[in-house]
């Protein structure tokens, strides 16, 4: 049975680094082999048994709304009215409210295989944060162990790779398990963090929230995944990384 009593999509983002695509779509609706980014992942948390799922919407809303409409079930929307002021932080607050329990936190413009929910869901632990090996892709975020734990427990990310002097742990892929500790530390960091920068991102506020929340680091060194922000990562997607994905078998 799941750990997991919900999922949490994050898609309130304008998309604007994927220029005139993204005044048509979200990034949610990027397809592949004619199925769009979201809908592949709904089926595989679905056969996971995560059945409460939720996307919090802003940008062109009405592509999830339809999409509800059509898969039913579970599914359903919240809207962040405050999705072009503030950041993905506040669209994680949204998105916290709207569910109980552990939760699966993903980012809606997502490539990878299926094996990355079993990564998050089983490992024991209350909150846990899947990190991967190098992808070479040049939007990475890094992730740092903290080095005073007794196991791999998030420290820190950032963009810049020498943003400390040890190596990372790894690449921070977009599937999170928020777990009761967490989600508490959560409410309390991204009220804190918004009103100070009220375009905060979702990685600060977790970096922020496990200070004082503990969340485990698991490491799936040979993971092929890719995130898609402009037009040049979905062609290296097309070309590179979902061949890869298919020809691995897991193409569903």
């Excluded at 977790?206 to 680091?217: D, F, I, N, S, Y």
Aim: charged letters at 25%; one cysteine or more.
């Amino acid at each position: 049975m799941s750990r997991i009593d919900a999922a949490v999509f994050l898609a309130a983002g304008r998309g604007l680094r994927l220029g005139p695509r993204g005044h048509l779509i979200p990034k949610g609706f990027l397809e592949l082999d004619g199925v769009t980014l979201t809908e592949r992942a709904i089926g595989r948390l679905r056969a996971a048994g995560i059945d409460d799922i939720v996307i919090v919407t802003g940008h062109l809303r009405g592509h999830y709304e339809a999409l509800v409409d059509r898969l039913g079930g579970g599914l359903r929307t919240v809207f962040n009215p405050d999705f072009a002021t503030l950041g993905s932080g506040h669209s994680l607050a949204v998105g916290l409210a709207a569910t109980e329990g552990d939760v699966l936190v993903l980012e809606s413009d997502l490539v990878w295989e299926t094996r990355a929910l079993a990564a998050v869901i089983e490992p024991p632990g209350d909150s846990v944060l899947l990190v991967s090996g190098p992808t070479d892709s040049g939007d990475e975020v890094w992730v740092w162990a903290d080095p005073r734990a007794d196991r791999p427990r998030l420290a820190t990310m950032s963009k810049r790779r020498d943003h400390r002097r040890e190596a990372p742990w790894g690449e921070l892929v977009g599937l999170t398990r928020v777990g009761a500790d967490l989600r508490a530390a959560l409410a309390h960091e991204i009220g804190r963090a918004t009103a100070e920068t009220p375009l905060v991102d979702y990685e600060t506020c977790l970096v922020g929230a496990c200070r004082t929340a503990p969340v485990e680091l698991a490491r799936m060194e040979d993971l092929i995944w890719s995130e898609i922000d402009d037009e040049a990562m979905y062609a290296r997607v097309r070309a590179e990384v979902w061949p890869r994905i298919r020809a691995a078998g897991d193409d569903g």
